[in-house]
């Protein structure tokens, strides 16, 4: 069956600008996350969203950061007034069901670059 | 203290090979363990879960050691394929993962 999808796949833009990136996860999984990965670095945990309930925004670096997930499916992250320190590979993983994190299926990421 | 920690490497072995990786973490009350493997420029992939009582997939072996808060991975008859970045994954709370900067193998013919 078809995976993770994100869009775009490559992302430049101008600082100061706003971009949004989007997540489309497996059909029928409940959990989605956000993450986004520096040159050489490991993978930042960013906002995780289950289900209804409130999201977990605790890793969202500045408020210029904002996710949602409209009908527990599709997730757009929005960075506002970018910075060239904002440049990294954004991913989105999605898994199955609560409490099951070892079956987190990661999207191929947006690349996004900041100039 | 970063909450997981790996030797960035890059470790360079020859086909064939047994290589092992330890990851640290901070976190003594974590309760799930991972190591994912990513490819260049492509998604990390889970590799396998890490249980108390250690498990072994194949040329993959993951033990987990609590006392030290430590996870290793050892890859027996190393091939060229095995080239990657491993990277050491804890569940600190809830269902949040922190992801270690990863551990690059290069396995050479």
């Known amino acids: 069956g078809a995976g993770v999808s994100q869009s775009p796949s490559n992302k430049v833009t101008e600082k100061g600008k706003d971009v949004e990136l989007r997540c489309d996860p497996i059909s029928g999984h409940t959990a989605l996350y956000w993450y986004r990965q520096s040159l050489g670095q490991g993978l930042e945990f960013l906002i995780y969203f289950q289900g209804n309930s409130a999201p977990d925004k605790s890793g969202l670096p500045s408020d210029r950061f904002s996710a949602e997930r409209t009908g527990g499916s599709v997730s757009t992250l929005t960075i506002q007034r970018t910075q060239q320190e904002d440049s990294a590979v954004y991913l989105c993983?999605?898994?199955?069901?609560?409490?099951?994190?070892?079956?987190?299926?990661f999207g191929p990421g947006t690349r996004l670059t900041v100039l | 203290r970063k909450e997981v920690e790996q030797d960035p490497g890059p470790f360079n072995v020859p086909e064939g090979a047994t290589v092992a990786f330890n990851c640290t973490y901070s976190n003594s009350a974590s309760q799930s363990f991972f190591w994912y493997r990513q490819d260049c420029r492509k998604e990390p992939k889970l590799l396998m879960s890490v249980y108390s009582s250690g498990n072994e997939d194949g040329r993959f072996t993951a033990q987990l050691n609590r006392a030290s808060q430590y996870i290793s991975l050892l890859i027996r008859d190393s091939k060229l394929s095995d080239s990657a970045t491993y990277l050491c994954v804890v569940n600190m709370s809830g269902n949040k993962l922190v992801f270690g900067a990863g551990t690059i193998l290069r396995v050479k013919s």
């Open positions: 993983a999605s898994s199955p069901q609560i409490g099951r994190t070892d079956t987190q299926y």
